[in-house]
């Protein structure tokens, strides 16, 4: 993927800003708030349709201003045309509305790191999970669907359960063992995939330390059946609530030189851990369509050692667009852009 113009009005701290982007790394630099972060999170909003950062819509609107509105080209994709005001948001692409998240998402596929997310195994399994869910819906259409109607049906379970009609929990329970089971299974498929990626980058970027990802299934099913069984057998009802064990309670594991890294692994082997895992993903995407993800990699080399940084470097030269920030830019043969006064301004 390649973006090759963005246009900012009234988003975060830009007022009016514009950008021609190219191939390669583009590296966007300035001092801390100057809005580095912020100008990649627009990007974020064409392949996710919301900021990476899990902000509300509302927080992308500059200050004082109605609306904010983010103008894009990307290569073979087309135009983009966002409006956020705080009545909603309107996507459209090539002067057509997007109705679905997932049209967008596989439209323009995206792969990034932001620095929070070195914590990403010390962190609460549902961090975790998300990880899980972006990816997957990054990697099948039907995902999203299937996760929405696996909760509708978790909410039925539980918010009917006191009525005891038994005919309708059966209903609602096969219906929450159909989704879970096929969510199930494509979260065990990806996180193998992702493994086998895993092993050749952590070659290239780690030299010699293993690293193996690993699923922890909340229900470990062999088919749909025995999923429901498992779920049946699982349910307790106690003080008014119903405890319903299943993909909603799922997790993965990363373990460093055979040791689990959320409890072992050091602060910078917990962030190489994921750079290492969104570098796998990105390149399960390029194996997988033919075609390179969006990468967008947020102040990532400032906590790296000289090595590693040379390291990630060489990898991220293979992808057809890549943007890294950073508060300054050292790197040569990179396209370098200046973020200062809430303008960006390439330096050549
Ligand atoms: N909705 C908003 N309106 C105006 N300014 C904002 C808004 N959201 C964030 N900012 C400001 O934008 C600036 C840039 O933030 P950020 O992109 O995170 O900076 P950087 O990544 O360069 O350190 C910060 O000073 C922040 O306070
Ligand atoms: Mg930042």
Redesign the pocket.
Known sequence: MKVNYLKLNSF??YLMAEAEFVSGINFVF??????????V?SLSLLSLGKSFRGSDDE???????DYAVIKANVENVGEYLISISKQGKNITLNNQKVKKISDIISACRLVYFLPKESELFHMTPDKRRRFLDLSLSTLSHSYIEEIGKYRYYLKALKDNYKFHDEDYQNIVISKLAEYGNSVSQKRRKIINRLNQELQEIAQILLGDAKLQLSYLANINSENVDDYQKKLKDSLVYKDDKLAVRGIHLDDMQLTYEGRDAGKYASQGQNRLGVIALKLAMAQLIKKSYGQDPLLIF??VLSELDSEHKKRLLTILKNYEQVFI?GVTCKESDVARYQ?QDNQVRRII
């Not at 300035?30 to 100008?39: H, I, M, P, V």
């Not at 927080?59 to 201003?65: A, M, S, V």
């Open positions: 975060r701290n300035g001092e801390n708030g100057a809005g580095k972060t912020s100008l999170e927080e992308l609107i500059r200050e004082g201003d947020d102040d920030t973020v």
